[in-house]
């Protein structure tokens, strides 16, 4: 045992036939195209293994931010439609063009900085007031696009909040979307994608479905929708092993400020992760890990690199430790992390650190 793991200390997973399985309900639900959205690395999960799964199992669209998420997918061999819509007034657009990238415009300053042929989708503000044109703007938006050499194939929003069933949640972005795609046409444009959803809407709201969605959230099996299940799984797992154990009286402080104190004789382990590897500090309190299928409470506060968990006599130095998984046997998942900490799973997996071993892929035990 002593010297056989890789050197990472911890090793994220990634079960893509969860991806697989993830990606086919959601074009089960929205019954459309499904643009798979793999921005920060596929939310932690490895952008370009991620891409090509979503693809085999039916996507026909990849999303992300930045223009360099898009052109690493190119590089990466990945021939599929891919849409960028972190744009700005500029950012250099050229190798986009180059490399067949869509990118989104949401203003007129962007799109008078386009004086050669791009694939653009503009985007319409519908009520989120984030990015998108102000649908006060859209109609010279428009105007000036279909005189642009930019080649409008799409038109598209985002959603502020599709997480209640009931399609009185989505009905204002829906019709102002509309409004604003009858005004495209009117302008002269003939956008082929015309795209709203996001993992939320796709699952909950076909209407919303249009002729593309963009899931991010539900590729990953997290679950957006308020007391609503879609049967998503989880993909990735992120494991580490015991590097130390130990025995330690009552009265014992653990770690930084002796944050805890054992009230009985204990047995620690050593987990070499931290905070510095994106597990949340606030897991110092109501965190636990799962070792041989048993959860163990975290002990102390969890330092940059290292924490301390309480375990018994069944846990054996070099034992795995799950500190993040699907919870199919029990293990902790990133919603439960996210509801300790007072976040959305979103930023639980995002978070996950670069010292987390290589992404490697595993088939479905
Ligand atoms: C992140 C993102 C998505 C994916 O949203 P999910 O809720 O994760 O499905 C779709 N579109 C845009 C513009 C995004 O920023």
């Known amino acids: 045992m002593i010297g056989t793991r890789s050197r990472a200390l911890a090793t994220r ?54 223009i360099d998420e898009a052109l690493e997918l190119r590089a990466a061999g990945i021939e599929a439609p891919i849409f960028a819509w972190l744009v700005d007034p500029w950012v250099d657009l050229r190798a986009a063009a180059a490399a067949g990238i869509t990118v989104s415009v949401a203003n007129l300053d962007t799109l008078a900085a386009i004086d050669f042929p791009i694939d653009v989708h503009l985007e319409l503000d519908t009520g989120m007031s984030r990015g998108g044109c102000s649908p006060l703007e859209w109609g010279a938006l428009c105007a000036a696009a279909a005189v642009s050499p930019a080649r409008i194939t799409g038109v598209w929003s985002h959603l502020a909040d599709a997480s209640l069933l009931g399609d009185r949640n989505v009905d204002g972005a829906l019709s102002a979307f509309r409004d604003g795609v009858v005004a495209a046409h009117a302008a002269g444009l003939d956008p082929r994608w015309v795209h709203l959803a996001n993992s939320a809407g796709a699952l909950a709201h076909p209407a919303t479905a249009l002729t593309m969605v963009r899931s991010g959230a539900a590729l990953y099996g997290i679950e957006t929708v308020t007391g609503a299940e879609f049967g998503l799984e989880p993909a990735l797992r992120v494991t580490s092993r015991v590097s130390q154990l130990r025995q330690v009286p009552a009265g014992t402080g653990v770690g930084y400020l002796h944050a805890w104190v054992a009230p009985s004789a204990a047995t620690l382990a050593l987990v070499p992760v931290g905070y510095g590897d994106g597990l949340p500090r606030a897991l110092s309190t109501g965190g636990s890990v799962s070792i041989g299928g048993h959860r163990f409470p975290i002990r102390g506060a969890i330092s940059m690199d290292q924490l301390v968990v309480e375990v018994d006599a069944s846990v054996a130095l070099g034992d795995e ?10 293990e902790p998942t990133a919603a439960e992390w996210a509801a300790l900490t007072g976040t959305i799973p979103h930023e639980i997996l995002t978070g996950l650190g670069a010292r987390i071993g290589a992404v490697e892929s595993e088939a479905r035990s």
Do not use: P, Y
Not at 27 to 33: A, I, R, Y
Not at 321 to 330: A, I, K, N, T
């Open 13 to 66: 997973v990634v079960d893509h036939a969860a991806i697989a399985h993830n990606a086919r309900r959601i074009l089960d639900g929205s019954g459309t195209e499904l643009m798979a959205v793999v921005k920060a690395n596929a939310f932690g999960h490895g952008a370009v293994a991620v891409s090509r799964t979503a693809l085999a199992a039916g996507a026909t669209w990849l999303g992300v931010a930045t």
């Open 321 to 330: 430790v799950v500190l993040l998984g699907d919870g199919r046997h029990g």
